[in-house]
């Protein structure tokens, strides 16, 4: 994101991933912080996203079954 930007998300989700590393469900951070024009972070890939995951859906959404489990998987 641009350094410009009155709010810099990318800094607080940098800061958030720090505190849970090594927990399950998380990617790992393998970097983070300020360039001249942005900040940015790095960090690996586990899957496809919940957007792509939903998009290949029949219905274009989720189970009620399928958001439960990824609900108590973001809350572990």
């Given amino acids: 994101e ?3 930007q009155a709010r810099q998300g990318i800094r607080m989700e940098v800061t958030v991933l720090r505190r849970i590393q090594n927990h399950q ?4 951070l393998l970097a983070g912080g300020t360039s001249t ?5 790095v960090m690996t890939l586990l899957g496809a996203s919940l ?6 859906q029949s219905e ?4 009620l079954s399928t958001t ?6 973001i809350l572990e």
């Fill in 68 to 73: 439960l489990r990824i609900s108590q998987q």
């Fill in 51 to 56: 957007s792509e995951l939903r998009r290949h």
């Fill in 2 to 4: 641009s350094n410009s």
């Fill in 37 to 41: 024009s942005y900040n940015y972070m």
């Fill in 25 to 28: 469900h998380v990617c790992e």
């Fill in 60 to 63: 274009q959404s989720f189970s």
